[in-house]
């Protein structure tokens, strides 16, 4: 068996307060390398795993480990570490800081993990390359990331996730405020880019459509055990 990026063994989270689970995940096994498609409707949990998986929260029972790291036996400032240094994310809203650069948005991840700057080596032509093949022009690199479109931006934030070639890149409904066409090229970039660093891909969205040349796709309500009706 291959090397796992994500796995997670019987997993339970409930929110406090809530009267059930709203979220029983008994396995999930994603290989190192590879590219999964995470299908779920509003509600069915997507937001929560995400907080379980960047160790924002913590599962009441089970375990979730990211590239040999057992989340439940860190403390918050180790899981806190290994997201900067291992897990790069694409929000639904970018979340780019808006008066800084192009360039330096992309360079973040490698100011806040030393890890990631130097799996980087130059950190500087990583940036210009990764944004050269995610078609952002050079006479952008300077411009404030505010004045991007929305396409733009788009693809600054998937640069700032791929720099420093972290294990896994987890892709939040990154194409919601782009057309048909965009979105299909957007998701080859995003694809290509993630098999040249053997990078783990895992792309959550509500929308089928985009289930194109993923390894397989996977259906978090068939996945998820936690009956209906708790907060998501």
Known sequence: MMTAAIQIEHLQFRYPG???????IPQLYIKAGERV????????????????LGGVLVPDSGEITLLGHKLSQMRATARDRLR?????FIFQQFNLIPYLSVMDNV??????????????????????RLLEHLDIAPDLHAQQASRLSIGQQQRVA??????GRPGIIIADEPTSALDADRQLAF????????????????????????????????ELPGLNRAERGGVV
Not at 158 to 163: D, P
């Open 18 to 24: 809530a009267v059930r689970d709203c979220l029983h």
């Open 37 to 52: 498609f995470l299908h779920g409707p509003s509600g069915s949990g997507k937001s929560t795993l995400l907080g379980l």
């Open 187 to 218: 998701l080859e970039l995003l694809s290509k880019e993630c098999k040249a660093a053997e990078t783990t891909l895992l792309f959550v969205s509500h929308n089928h459509r985009l289930a194109v040349d993923f390894d397989r796709m996977i």
């Open 158 to 163: 998937a640069a700032r996730a791929l720099i």
């Open 84 to 88: 900067a240094d291992c897990v790069g």
């Open 107 to 128: 360079l973040l991840p490698c100011r806040f993990s030393r890890q990631r700057n130097m799996r980087a080596q130059d950190a500087g032509q990583d940036a210009v």
